[in-house]
């Protein structure tokens, strides 16, 4: 399924195409079995896509979060984070081409505009014994 994906994003032909997917952290904390088992799956989507990407023209990032973001009208009333909050996550990808093939990191709220990232390198699984 991923290389059918990253197949369409490189059929786009976009000079420079960012491609963000957001995973949570429901994948390792397994509280509620359902979103754990989709996250995943995710995860495993994100790395593959990262990977593909790597050497072409689509930009691929994982964003992965540990807070409750919400419809902005919705959050007033509860007090979880404004979906329009988390969008500078998104605004600040955009500008930041050097961030390609990583998972950001949004653990907290200043984590939204004062981006922590890690590539998703392959070489560590390849490290040979000494």
Known sequence: MCGATIAYLLEQNHSTSTWTLCTGVMGDFGMRAAPAFTQGALYSLANVACRDSEETNVRFNEIYIALRVE????????????????????????????????????????????????????????????
């Not at 984070?81 to 709220?109: C, G, H, Y």
């Open 71 to 130: 419809v902005d009208e919705s959050a007033q009333r509860t007090g979880f984070f404004k979906a329009s909050a988390f969008d500078n996550t998104f605004q600040e990808i955009l500008t930041r081409p050097e961030i390609q093939s990583s998972r950001i990191s949004v653990m907290e709220k200043r984590d939204m505009t004062e981006l922590k990232f890690q590539e998703k390198k392959l070489e560590l699984v390849f490290r040979k014994d000494d």
